[in-house]
């Protein structure tokens, strides 16, 4: 499947079994997936391989979410950032209300079915003026 936006994307997150469960779905649909255990490690991976979409957790050890989303911003402006929870707020705001005020185009509330996964996709190619196409799954990620 040829996308013409989106072809590379990593995932950040702490949870192994649901990075490597959105690994799989992603690749069975022609992407080009990395996976990092946290901001840091996702960092050190853009240094080394340019991707078209960082989707991120916000709750992680060594370097979480909203620091990670501000680091992309800075140092590579041009890839594009979906933060992803299972919730909790900081000081009162929802965390992904404040992802998305830190650079995420867009969020994903977890639990989340692969579709939603697809969908968030597809809204940035889109948005971008690509389309993009998935096999659909109602299996959830």
Do not use: W
């Not at 490690?41 to 909203?66: K, R, S, Y």
């Not at 140092?75 to 933060?83: I, M, N, Q, S, W």
């Not at 707020?89 to 079915?113: I, Q, Y």
């Amino acid at each position: 499947m040829n996308h013409s936006g989106i072809k590379t994307i990593l995932i950040i997150d702490d949870d192994a079994p649901l990075a490597s469960g959105m690994q799989k779905l992603l690749v069975r649909n022609a992407y080009i997936v990395h996976v990092a255990r946290n901001g840091k490690a996702g960092l050190a991976v853009l240094e080394q391989e340019p991707v078209d979409l960082v989707i991120t957790d916000i709750f992680m050890e060594e370097m979480e979410g909203l620091e990670t989303i501000l680091a992309v911003r800075r140092k590579f402006p041009g890839t594009r950032v979906v933060a992803m929870s299972g919730g909790s707020s900081v000081v009162g705001l929802d965390c992904l209300d404040l992802a998305k005020t830190l650079g995420a185009e867009l969020v994903l509330r977890k639990p989340f079915l692969f579709d939603a996964l697809a969908d968030t996709i597809q809204k940035l190619e889109l948005a971008g003026g690509n389309g993009a196409r998935f096999r659909s799954s109602s299996r959830p990620v």
